[in-house]
């Protein structure tokens, strides 16, 4: 199975900064790597999908790179609603796991 | 507008069956992959099974292969998960999603809470 591993497990930032998740999966992966964001009690949101596609809704402020083993997701100019758990996943192969999340504290 | 709704969830012993539900709506459901994902409480999100449109095929992460089953009704544009001999650990909350075909997963549903307690 494909493992995801995310660092850092946790951030603080404050609002206005620029804050980079990574996501190095286990083997490659080409570009099947997606991106969720939760916020307590709510279900996963698709951020980012197939590495760098912003989904339609999400603010252009988030963006997504990488491809083979290592992956990124950028948000630029934090916001206040940005705060949340972010969890990237691979689509390449089944099982599609997930990295064990990065928490975004203010 | 997209909808999924899981129903199903509760209290139940170790070795005991549930069976959850997810209604969809908004969409033509027989075109689309469907997936269950779980999260543990105060931990992260776990990938558990997909069928794919026709339910031809049918993939499991290890820890429930041999004891949960998904299935699919288009005629009631449902995807089910059957789980037997559960266990402590498979507490946590259940919720289904829609699965594109480069296999990101949108919308979601809420959830539904499944206890593994004696």
């Known amino acids: 199975d494909i493992q995801m591993t995310q660092s850092p497990s946790s951030l603080s930032a404050s609002v206005g900064d620029r804050v980079t998740i990574a996501c190095r999966a286990s083997?490659?992966?080409?570009?099947?790597v997606n991106w969720y964001q939760q916020k307590p009690g709510k279900a996963p949101n698709l951020l980012i999908y197939?590495?760098?596609s912003l989904q339609s809704g999400a603010p252009s402020r988030f963006s997504g790179s990488g491809s083979g083993t290592d992956f990124a997701l950028t948000i630029t100019s934090l916001q206040p609603e940005d705060f949340a758990t972010y969890y990237c996943?691979?689509?390449?192969?089944?099982?599609?796991?997930f990295g064990q999340g990065t928490k975004l504290e203010l | 507008e997209v909808q999924l709704v899981e129903s199903g969830g509760g209290l139940v012993h170790p070795g005991g069956s549930l069976r959850l539900s997810c209604a969809v709506s908004?969409?033509?459901?027989?075109?689309?992959?469907m997936d269950w994902v779980r999260q543990a409480p105060g931990k992260g999100l776990e990938w558990v099974a997909n069928?794919?449109?026709?339910?031809?095929?049918?993939k499991y992460v290890d820890s429930v292969k041999g004891r949960f089953t998904i299935s699919r009704d288009d005629a009631e544009n449902s995807v089910y998960l059957q789980m037997n001999s559960l266990r402590v650990e498979d507490t946590g909350v259940y919720l289904c999603?829609?699965?594109?075909?480069?296999?990101?997963?949108?919308?979601w549903g809420q959830g539904t809470l499944v206890t593994v307690s004696s």
């Open positions: 999603a829609r699965e594109y075909l480069s296999g990101h997963l949108w919308p």
């Open positions: 908004g969409f033509t459901f027989r075109t689309y992959s």
């Open positions: 069928i794919n449109p026709d339910g031809s095929e049918k």
């Open positions: 083997q490659s992966v080409n570009t099947y």
């Open positions: 197939t590495s760098s």
């Open positions: 996943q691979q689509s390449y192969r089944t099982p599609h796991s």
